[in-house]
Each structure stands twice: as structure tokens, then as C-alpha cells.
């Protein structure tokens, strides 16, 4: 029993336009509602992610060894980063957002490039068991993906905000350029990975679940 | 408001289906059928949200873009942060924290902020203020297809909302230190990102399109 709606778009040389969903003949440059340029499904697309992934994981070295931010007090210079900061909020009062920069600059940026990784991987590989598992992740890595610029913007607000001359003022560091380029090419990363990659060469494979389920 | 959510898939619908689609995560082509308002159409394979309709959604959109955009022009002249330390006060406005990173050195860092958090939602929400007035007239205004398409590109860029937990971050730092308080630019970016949200929200790519469509 081939049900041929159930088939991929790919297969049947159609194409949804990303923008407006549209169905497009495969022959075409431009989609006919919107006028976007349309890319196909191309293995290139995952060398793409894993350039831009490569780049984030070197970014991310120097944006957690550097200083995020100096902080001048009564004379005394004292540099703070990532990490630093993040302990130096942990006391009694602060601890929410302790909690909110260590989940946004320390666990989201390490998850979003394991995940990436990961998907890279299993896509590469072509491993099909654990595909609706990667498909949430990769959902989730796209939602979150934009808050790790929390620290960073954060920094900028201070640096503007506190600004006392001797008695205490704040200077952002190094580490805000490698942060904030860790998560834009982050997020290039989570764009340019096509999840439709995870469903290819698969044509019929809702009907042979069907067949295996009990 | 709660609209109640209905999955639709396509074998109760097949007698009614109007446009073939192919999902945009996992390439399923699926006949969608036209939607009641209120309803929601998903993915049957995937379970990716395809498209929805909303009761006067392009109506409370634009209304809501347009509040938006109001609240982002008060967010600009006004003190966002002030606070009081040994007799003198410090106050900052939106564009000092763009301003003082730029005079820092650190240009691209201002150049982030500026887009993420103020240009790229500003232009958003024009655009498709244009877009929505346009699809309320008989024909179409010039441009009406490239700006709503820009629209789609560009909002996966727009960081308002973090930037504004990235000040109540730095106001409880400050806040230790001497007694901060919030201006009427602050009020402003609120009501700003609280109507860009709901006016992002009403925003289904399809039935916009579908719109744009019945007037070509």
C-alpha cells in the first residue's frame, strides 16, 4: 500500500517555500507567491552547520577564559569572568539570577552545541530510531538558542549604568565579543540545519511503522 | 485569550482539502484543509504546528503592531534607569547603553544591541504595519510581497525580550549597591515587548500569505 501523500515533497520534486509554505515544482528559482529564492534539500546544508558549529566552539574557548567585565571600585581593578560572575552572584538575594545567567551563558550555549553536534551526527550517519527525540531537541535549541545574550547585554547596560568615576565604575571585556559571536554563529547554526535532512531517503516510512506496530 | 486548540489531520478532512503543502520539518506533503477560526493544523508525522486562524487575527495584529511601535518611539527620549548614590544621581536612557559601548570600543557589540533589540523589531513592525494596510485595500501596495517576506527573515533576529531581562538582571546587580529605580522609557520598552509578542503571536505565515494571495 503506497499512499503517495504520505511521500516526501523531495520525492515527489516539489519543494515548500520556507517563507510562505508554499508547494513549488522543483524546477523552479523563485517561489510563485512570495518571490523567495528557494534552496533544495542539499547534504551541503550540513556543512554549513558544522562550519558555523566549528567556529562557535572556538569562540566559546576565549569567551570563558577572558574577562566579561572589569569592574573598578575605590581604586581597585577587579576582572570577573563568565563563571566568576556567576559565583560572585551566588548569595542570599541573588540567587534567581544566579540561576538565570548560569542557565543562560553556561548551560544553554554547551547543550545547543551538543545538540547541534549531535544532530549533525545522526543525520550524517543516517540513524532513524532516535529521530523524534532529535527533532524535539532541535526545537527546543532554536527557541532558547537567542537568550544567551542575556550576559552580554547585560554587561552593556552596566557598563552604561555604572559610571561613578573613582568610587566604582564598570568596563565591558573581551570575552562580551567572543560571547556574543558564539551565540550568532550559534544561531546560524540552528538556521542553517535542515530537519528535513532527518526524513530524507525515507519515503515510505510511516507506512512501514504502521506495519510494525502491534 | 484562549483560543481551543484542535489537531487536524488529514484523513478527516480529505473530502475538503483545498491546498497541498509540504511540512516545513519534515517534508510530509499534506492536504490542508481550510480552517475554522480557532482551529490549528499540525504536522501528522512530525507534529510540527503547520498553521492556525485566529478570529480578526490581521485586524488585531495590525492594532497591535501599531501600539507597538508607539510604545518603541517612548521607550527612546526618556531616563530608563536612574539611581541615587552619595548625594548625586546617575541616569541612563535607551540609546546611552548603545552609545557607551560604541565609545568603549567594543562598535560591534553596539552594533547588536542596536539591531536586535531596536531596529530589527522597529522595522518588523512597520513593515508589516505597510503590509496589513495594504491587504485591507482592493489592490495591493507596491512592495507589499518583499517587505512581508523581509518580515519573516528578520524576526528570528529580534532579542527585545532579552534585552529586557538583561536590565532587570543589571537592576538587581546595581540594586545592591545603591537604590535604583526604573523610568518611563522602562514602562514604555515593557508595554512594547508585551504588544510585539501578542502581535508576533497572531502572525501565521500561511493564512498571511493565503491573504496576499486572493489579491494577486
Request: charged content about 15%; some cysteine; proline content about 4%.
Amino acid at each position: 500500500m503506497i499512499d503517495k501523500h504520505r511521500d516526501n515533497a523531495e520525492h515527489n520534486h516539489q519543494y515548500g517555500c520556507p517563507v510562505c509554505l508554499t508547494l513549488n515544482p522543483m524546477s523552479q528559482p523563485r517561489c510563485r507567491t512570495c518571490g523567495r529564492h528557494l534552496h533544495l534539500i542539499k547534504s551541503k546544508s550540513i556543512q554549513h552547520t558544522i562550519a558555523l558549529l566549528l567556529t562557535s566552539i572556538i569562540l566559546y574557548i576565549p569567551a570563558n577564559l577572558l574577562p566579561m567585565m572589569y569592574t573598578n571600585w575605590l581604586g581597585q581593578q577587579t576582572t570577573s569572568t563568565i563563571m566568576g560572575g556567576v559565583i560572585s552572584l551566588w548569595e542570599p538575594g541573588t540567587y534567581p539570577i544566579a540561576i538565570v545567567i548560569f542557565v543562560a551563558s553556561i548551560l544553554v550555549p554547551i547543550g545547543k552545541i551538543l545538540t547541534l553536534s549531535w544532530l549533525c551526527l545522526s543525520v550524517t550517519i543516517k540513524k532513524s530510531d532516535s529521530r523524534r527525540i532529535n527533532l524535539e531537541l532541535y526545537r527546543f535549541t532554536e527557541l532558547i538558542g537567542r537568550w544567551s545574550m542575556v550576559d552580554v547585554f547585560a554587561v552593556a547596560i552596566l557598563a552604561a549604568l555604572v559610571q561613578m568615576g573613582q568610587v566604582m565604575s564598570v568596563y565591558p571585556g573581551t570575552a562580551a565579543l567572543a560571547f556574543a559571536g558564539m551565540v550568532i554563529t550559534t544561531m546560524l547554526a540552528a538556521m542553517t540545519f535542515d530537519p528535513r535532512l532527518m526524513w530524507a531517503n525515507q519515503p515510505n516510512m510511516h507506512n512501514k511503522e504502521k506495519q510494525n506496530a502491534p | 485569550m484562549v483560543n481551543k486548540m484542535k489537531q487536524i489531520t488529514k484523513e478527516n478532512h480529505v473530502e475538503e482539502a483545498e491546498a497541498t503543502i509540504a511540512c516545513h520539518e519534515c517534508d510530509l506533503l499534506i492536504s490542508l484543509p481550510e480552517l475554522e477560526f480557532g482551529q490549528t493544523a499540525s504536522c501528522p508525522r512530525c507534529n510540527h504546528l503547520l498553521t492556525r486562524r485566529f478570529l480578526g487575527a490581521h485586524n488585531r495584529i495590525l492594532a497591535l503592531s501599531i501600539s507597538a511601535f508607539i510604545f518603541l518611539l517612548f521607550a527612546l527620549p526618556f531616563p530608563f534607569i536612574s539611581f541615587t548614590s552619595q548625594g548625586k544621581e546617575f541616569v541612563i536612557s535607551f540609546a546611552d547603553s548603545i552609545v557607551n559601548m560604541a565609545l568603549m570600543d567594543f562598535f560591534s557589540i553596539a552594533i547588536l544591541i542596536l539591531f536586535t533589540t531596536l531596529l530589527i523589531p522597529g522595522a518588523c513592525l512597520l513593515a508589516l504595519i505597510y503590509v496589513l494596510i495594504s491587504l485591507q485595500r482592493k489592490r495591493l501596495m507596491p512592495y507589499t510581497h518583499q517587505l512581508l517576506q523581509i518580515v519573516f527573515i528578520l524576526v528570528d533576529w529580534n532579542m527585545a525580550e532579552i534585552f529586557l531581562v538583561a536590565i532587570l538582571v543589571s537592576f538587581i546587580k546595581v540594586s545592591s549597591l545603591a537604590s535604583v529605580f526604573l523610568g518611563l522609557s522602562f514602562w514604555s520598552y515593557v508595554f512594547f515587548i508585551i504588544c510585539l509578542i501578542a502581535s508576533l503571536s497572531l502572525l501565521d505565515r500561511y493564512q498571511i500569505w493565503q491573504k496576499v494571495k486572493q489579491h494577486d
